[in-house]
């Protein structure tokens, strides 16, 4: 059974940063991130095609946070810039039933467990 494994969460003051990664078995699939903050809904924030070549952000993080991947470590990295308090949230990684971006939750197929990312104020 496929699982995907998360580390790197933590606390960290506004405008700082942090990285979170995910080691995940399997190829051709695409990869991404999701977040759930307290009383919201679970929300899209960033994706990565196997190739590495192609990526997409949600509005809100972009310009601020990068995914990439490294395939022959089969892990997924999600670089946090710039954080504000209101990226506070369990980041979910998240890999795709197939080849396409996981950009909403009916396209993934398995969910890591999360970590937990806190921004002070």
């Known amino acids: 059974q496929v699982q995907l494994v998360e580390s790197g969460g933590g606390l960290v003051q506004a405008g700082g940063s942090l990285r979170v990664s995910c080691v995940a078995s399997?190829?051709?699939?695409?990869m991404g991130w999701f977040r759930q903050a307290p009383m919201k809904e679970r929300e899209f924030v960033a994706a990565i095609k196997w190739s590495g070549d192609y990526t997409l952000y949600a509005d809100s993080v972009k310009g601020r946070f990068t995914i990439s991947r490294d395939n022959a470590k089969n892990t997924v990295y999600l670089q946090m810039n710039s954080l504000k308090p209101e990226d506070t949230a369990v980041y979910y990684c998240v890999r795709s039933a197939d080849f396409r971006l996981p950009t909403v939750i009916g396209r993934v197929d398995i969910w890591g467990q999360g970590t937990q990312v806190t921004v002070s104020s």
């Open positions: 399997g190829r051709g699939y695409g």
